[in-house]
């Protein structure tokens, strides 16, 4: 999926949503289990991560399953967005809840 500015808001506002009214996992394993289960309907990334070898299997892996993967800006908007006080690298949407309009909007 393209990065695009309006790409990038809108993934982070479900990820928001999906943290108060459906479910989320947070951090890079956890965010793998998700894909390799087929639970999760949307990833998001951090591109500020360092080495970059944490983060690379996510686009393939997601891209074979057929889930949008998107790449944010920094980890600290990231783990803002997952209600985290923390930065974090990675985040998988399980649940939508409330979201699940603004996911569909995203796919396409």
Request: aromatic share 0%.
């Amino acid at each position: 999926m393209e990065p695009t500015k309006e790409n990038i808001e809108k993934a982070l506002e479900i990820i928001e949503i999906a943290k108060k009214t459906g479910k989320i996992k947070k951090g890079v394993n956890e965010t793998t289990k998700a894909i390799e289960r087929d639970s999760a309907k949307l990833v998001a990334y951090a591109g500020d991560i360092n080495p970059q070898e944490i983060v690379m299997h996510l686009d393939p892996l997601c891209a074979e399953k057929k889930i949008p993967c998107i790449k944010v800006n920094t980890r600290e908007e990231l783990g803002a967005a997952a209600g985290l006080g923390v930065p974090t690298t990675s985040v998988a949407v399980i649940d939508a809840g409330e979201a699940k309009s603004m996911l569909n909007e995203l796919k396409e």
